[in-house]
T-cell receptor
Framework: SQQGEEDPQALSIQEGENATMNCSYK?????LQWYRQNSGRGLVHLIL?????REKHSGRLRVTLDTSKKSSSLLITASRAADTASYFC??????????FGKGTLLTVNP | KAGVTQTPRYLIKTRGQQVTLSCSPI?????VSWYQQTPGQGLQFLFE???????NKGNFPGRFSGRQFSNSRSEMNVSTLELGDSALYLC?????????????FGSGTRLTVV
């Protein structure tokens, strides 16, 4: 079964709006990572948050981590049409093995 | 610098055949992971190699195997192909294993089994 589970499965917003995606995982982790995938291509690493961190920023991205609830969220501010993609969380568990969720499909309408 | 290179990009094989996929990591990266991506199962972890040793393994049958060479390049092999093995196979590299580093993915090899 998947370690990470994203919510919602699909999200459609207008350009300029913020997009929030959530991720839940099941076991203890060393880190939680977020990736983006454009249709049928390789994944692009967005951000990594360590298990002892609670919040991290990178440009228009903000990630939070709540290890007590085993959950994380990814916020993309001021979305652009180019942000349209699938977003995956990946839990870096024991042995740093990465386990991915099924992803959130984000559509940003111009 | 060059990214993660996977060859071939596309492959069509017949049931029962075997296939070998290749992955060249980013120069200096010593950890290589493999994933299978399908619409139904999503991204499934296959295995990870570091310093020519398998460090992690996913829940795939023994038909799926891999190895890593001294130059960090990696290959994965699938024997006795089944229709269900049709998928996008992604390779990812990282600087080291066992640390909090992200991974750089290749564009994948799309395998179709007919």
């Amino acid at each position: 079964s998947q370690q990470g589970e994203e919510d919602p499965q699909a999200l459609s917003i207008q350009e300029g709006e913020n997009a929030t995606m959530n991720c839940s995982y099941k076991t203890s982790i060393n880190n939680l990572q977020w990736y983006r995938q454009n249709s049928g291509r390789g994944l692009v690493h967005l951000i990594l948050i360590r298990s002892n961190e609670r919040e991290k920023h990178s440009g228009r991205l903000r990630v939070t981590l709540d290890t007590s609830k085993k959950s994380s969220s990814l916020l993309i501010t001021a979305s652009r049409a180019a942000d349209t993609a699938s977003y995956f969380c990946a839990a870096g568990g024991s042995n740093y093995k990465l386990t991915f969720g099924k992803g959130t499909l984000l559509t940003v309408n111009p | 610098k060059a990214g993660v290179t996977q060859t071939p990009r596309y492959l069509i094989k017949t049931r029962g055949q075997q296939v070998t996929l290749s992955c060249s990591p980013i120069s200096g990266h010593r950890s290589v992971s493999w994933y299978q991506q399908t619409p139904g199962q999503g991204l499934q972890f296959l295995f990870e190699y570091f310093s020519e040793t398998q460090r992690n393994k996913g829940n795939f049958p023994g038909r799926f195997s891999g190895r890593q060479f001294s130059n960090s390049r990696s290959e994965m092999n699938v024997s006795t192909l089944e229709l269900g093995d049709s998928a996008l196979y992604l390779c990812a590299s990282s600087l080291v294993w066992g640390r909090d580093y992200g991974y750089t993915f290749g564009s994948g090899t799309r395998l179709t089994v007919v």
